[in-house]
């Protein structure tokens, strides 16, 4: 309820508006499989806007992993988990901890698969390889998993304050555990560059 209030009226008092297309990518999935939704990061706002993205459109609870989160320790409360990504014994673990919460169908699990800020029309893009392990291990576990890119902007258009801009792309139903992770990983590059693209 407190993340709610703070992230809802964060949103509401620094942007005019906040617009979004595609969300039948969302609502045509079957429903009985898990949902990941990916985006590129491109500054402090994303995970607001992804708290929204959840909560408001698809009333899911987000999880998703922060970097430092001994920094932020009110965001635990929030949905966010630890990863370090120095430690590969560390970023197993969270990678093995999304797999487990992304099959609990209350959840949303959120992923800059990028792993790293860039700017927000930075090309190309270039994903780690986290995503492609916890969508097979996902599909592994549950037979399924959708993917969604999410592409999200901020652009100043009819006020002093900016938008925020979303498009959910076409999405993606995984059934093959065994396809190669590299090029898995290439096909979601693709996706989400499409998705920024076409945003």
Known sequence: AVANFFFFN????????????????????????????????????DGIVMYNIT???????????VEELNRFPLLRYSGAYSVNKKSPQSAMKALQ???KVVGDLKNMLCIFPQGIIRPPHYRPM???????????SAVKKFGRVNLIPTAVDYTFLRDN???????????????NANIDRKELTHILEH?????????
């Open 161 to 175: 304050r900016p938008e925020v801009m979303v498009k959910f792309g076409e999405r993606i139903e995984l059934t």
């Open 55 to 65: 909560h408001r459109i698809f009333h899911k609870e987000i999880r998703i992993m």
């Open 97 to 99: 901890y999304s797999v």
């Open 126 to 136: 270039e994903f780690q390889t986290g995503l492609a392990y916890i969508a097979q």
């Open 10 to 45: 964060m949103l509401q008092n620094r942007f005019y508006a906040f617009r979004y297309t595609g969300v039948e990518n969302y609502k045509n999935r079957d429903e009985k499989y898990p949902t990941i939704l990916f985006a590129p990061h491109a500054n402090w706002w």
């Open 191 to 199: 996706s989400l560059t499409k998705a920024c693209d076409d945003l």
